[in-house]
């Protein structure tokens, strides 16, 4: 069964940093993509930061001199690194995966990690 299990998140005051992790375990497909997506109250989830099987990435523009996303393949973990972070980053913070299975793409979601930042 696959699972994604994030850690890293808290509360920190403005012009902090936190440095997200999102492990992957449970499935033998190889990964494509891996992802950090938020969910403000009252608001949409939104990509924030995205890194493909061939490194490049893409970001939210409000997070994009601000956040750095990598992945480990050899340990299937992507991260987050959040700098300089403004009351606005304030959401749950969720991974996401996507696996090359027969067909097509699988996509998994982690639970949600908050990040709250004070001002």
């Known amino acids: 069964q696959v699972q994604l299990v994030e850690s890293g998140g808290g509360l920190v005051q403005a012009g902090g940093s936190l440095r997200l992790s999102c492990a992957v375990s449970?499935?033998?497909?190889?990964?494509?993509?891996m992802g950090w997506y938020r969910q403000a109250p009252g608001k949409q989830r939104e990509l924030v930061a995205e890194v493909s099987s061939d490194t490049s990435t893409k970001y939210l523009n409000s997070v994009r001199d601000r956040f750095t996303i990598s992945r480990d393949d050899a340990k299937d973990i992507v991260y987050l690194q959040m700098n300089s972070l403004k009351p606005e980053d304030t959401a749950v913070y969720y991974c996401?995966?996507?696996?090359?299975?027969?067909?097509?793409?699988?996509?998994?979601w982690g639970q949600g990690t908050q990040v709250t930042v004070s001002s």
């Open positions: 996401n995966v996507e696996f090359i299975a027969v067909g097509g793409l699988s996509g998994y």
């Open positions: 449970g499935s033998d497909s190889s990964i494509s993509s």
